[in-house]
């Protein structure tokens, strides 16, 4: 009997700065360096200043690997500095305060979507055992992120306002006692199990929020997503300049989604963001790699096997080019820096390990979710938080910082400098540097552009 091999492990010696082979063929063009100086900038007299700062070592293309958002949602419309300006709301000394509004807790009737600690299902846990992503432990649970570790992420992301928790204790899922429109049909045993509403309590009001169970069997509940922007908006506080809603539970936007893991209503400053997806027990049934997420999605090997393999010229993941056959390989720069210090990280299964990859994908997915309060649209200028995404491998890709057209949006309404930012950035993100990759990557990326703006 022949031996099995293991599959080879990539070397991550290339670094992929442009879009890939695919981009053109997704028809994605990056918008010329001209036109990249110009959206960065406020002032004419500024275009040359943010060129000078700007390297594609540091901040590189969108890799535009197949089926991602730039391909199918194609064409993203740029939005020039000026532009986001123009129809953003306005920072003002009475409404400049940021909530994170906690999850919700479950009261005992709606135990189906009741977040527990270590169970394995319920509406906001796997409904099925999940096996750890490589390991042999199929019974270990995680807890979920804890929201002062993601408040003190957004607090640094959005250096120069003010970031609160705000853990409502009359907000609350109950069960729907009001009206109910009529079922088009006899209730499935499914739907018996998953009434179709459930109530959000918030204050003396509740209000009814659609429920469904998740098509892939994956949770036992899943509760609509425009509805909890409506609770959104009815929460918002006077003072507040934009307020993001975490929950436990999975959530849906369309009834044709399987999933949907965040949305922002913009003009409205309010934005809800779902932790269930981003559950590392979660990745073996998902398809999200860890090996080449950020900064390692830049690794020009993988991007050329991912090409490659849509095309047809490879039949087999150890066809992956070796790190001899991989050209242009950088030796300075912030995402060089970044792969370096994520490699020193070992994939590890550790508990430690694992909730702080759950905590990097909440933070950056937040981040990026809050940006559309700030009026801030998808990014097609470079690899940024700020880009869409179109699935949870291509989520896994996308870098945590903000692009320089991006940044110059942030810091507009912040009045933050960048080198602040760089510095709250570092020293909040410095805790889980040791324990996951993303978060070592960011650090060292961080170290590099403030030296470059220093």
């Not at 000026?82 to 129809?87: D, F, G, L, P, S």
């Not at 430690?352 to 997915?365: D, E, G, I, M, Y």
């Amino acid at each position: 009997m022949a031996r099995k091999t293991a599959p080879r492990r990539c070397a991550h010696s290339g670094i992929q700065v442009m879009p890939s082979s695919h981009a053109a063929l997704a028809g994605y063009k990056q918008p010329d360096e001209k036109t990249r100086r110009e959206h960065a900038s406020t002032r004419a007299s500024d275009v040359a200043k943010v060129q000078a700062y700007v390297q594609s070592s540091t901040f590189p293309a969108p890799l535009v690997l197949p089926g991602d958002a730039l391909e199918i949602e194609h064409p993203e419309v740029p939005q020039s500095v000026t532009k986001c300006m123009r129809w953003r709301n306005a920072v003002t000394p009475k409404r400049r305060m940021v909530y994170v509004v906690g999850p919700p807790d479950a009261a005992d009737e709606v135990a189906h979507v009741r977040p527990s600690v270590r169970s394995g299902s319920d509406g906001s846990r796997p409904a099925k055992k999940q096996k750890i992503y490589n390991s042999r432990t199929e019974s270990a649970s995680l807890d979920p992120p804890k929201i002062d570790d993601i408040v003190a992420y957004l607090r640094a992301f959005y250096h120069g306002l003010p970031v609160k928790a705000w853990q409502r204790d009359d907000l609350g899922i109950v069960s729907w006692t009001g009206d109910v429109p009529k079922a088009p049909r006899k209730s499935s045993r499914l739907q018996q199990q998953c009434p179709p509403f459930i109530g959000l309590r918030h204050g003396t009001e509740a209000t009814r929020i659609r429920s469904r169970r998740s098509p892939d069997g994956q949770f036992a509940a899943q509760l609509s997503l425009n509805d909890l922007l409506d609770v959104a908006i009815g929460i918002l506080p006077a003072d507040a300049y934009a307020l993001i809603m975490l929950v436990h539970q999975d959530m849906y936007e369309d009834e044709t989604d399987d999933f949907c893991c965040g949305r922002a209503y913009g003009g409205s400053r309010v934005s809800v963001v779902s932790m269930a997806r981003y559950n590392p027990m979660l990745d073996e049934q998902q398809d999200v790699e860890r090996e080449h997420a950020w900064p390692l999605s830049h690794c020009k090997a993988y991007v050329e096997q991912k090409c490659a393999l849509e095309h047809g010229d490879l039949t087999n993941i150890n066809d992956l080019p070796s790190a001899s056959s991989t050209e242009h390989t950088a030796s300075k720069g912030a995402v060089c820096a970044a792969m370096k210090a994520s490699v020193e990280v070992p994939l590890s299964d550790s508990t430690a390990s694992l909730q702080a990859l759950w905590l990097s994908r909440v933070c950056k997915t937040a981040s990026h979710e809050l940006g559309h309060c700030f009026g801030i649209g998808h990014c097609v200028y470079y690899a940024c938080v700020m880009q869409s995404t179109a699935h949870l491998s291509e989520d896994a890709r996308q870098p945590p910082y903000l692009c320089p057209v991006d940044m110059a949006k942030i810091l507009t309404a912040t009045g933050a400098t960048e080198q602040a930012w760089c510095r709250a950035m570092l020293a909040a993100v410095s805790t889980w540097r040791h324990h996951e990759r993303m978060f070592a990557g960011f650090c060292a990326w961080l170290d590099v552009r403030s030296t470059e703006i220093s």
